[in-house]
């Protein structure tokens, strides 16, 4: 089954850190560049961070020097990453991974990422 399913967010104070997991089923995903999206209430969705196939990576400037992407092949699944530090009330909001560019088929339930003042 070809799907996305997104892990480890949580409630955090500001300051803190959190790792989010994307464990993605599906050959097709250890070819594609894969991103994780965020959408805070009221806001659109918007990109955070993106990762090739290659290992090459973007960051939008509002995480850039705080969160890092990556990502691997573990037991025959691929895994995407975000580990994210030095965390602002303003990086609350739900995170996704999807491909890029993103596929609505791939939008899975998210995890939410919560950041305390």
């Known amino acids: 089954q070809v799907q996305l399913v997104q892990s480890g967010g949580g409630l955090v104070q500001a300051g803190g850190s959190l790792r989010l997991s994307c464990t993605a089923s599906g050959t097709i995903f250890s070819i594609k560049a894969m991103g994780w999206y965020r959408q805070a209430p009221g806001k659109q969705r918007e990109l955070v961070a993106t990762i090739t196939s290659g290992g090459s990576t973007y960051y939008a400037e509002y995480v850039k020097g705080r969160f890092t992407i990556s990502r691997s092949r573990d037991n025959a699944k691929n895994m995407v990453y975000l580990e994210m530090n030095s965390l602002k009330p303003e990086d609350t909001a739900l995170y996704h991974c999807?491909?890029?560019?993103?596929?609505?088929?791939?939008w899975g339930q998210g995890t939410q990422v919560t950041v305390s003042s």
């Open positions: 999807n491909i890029i560019p993103p596929a609505n088929v791939y």
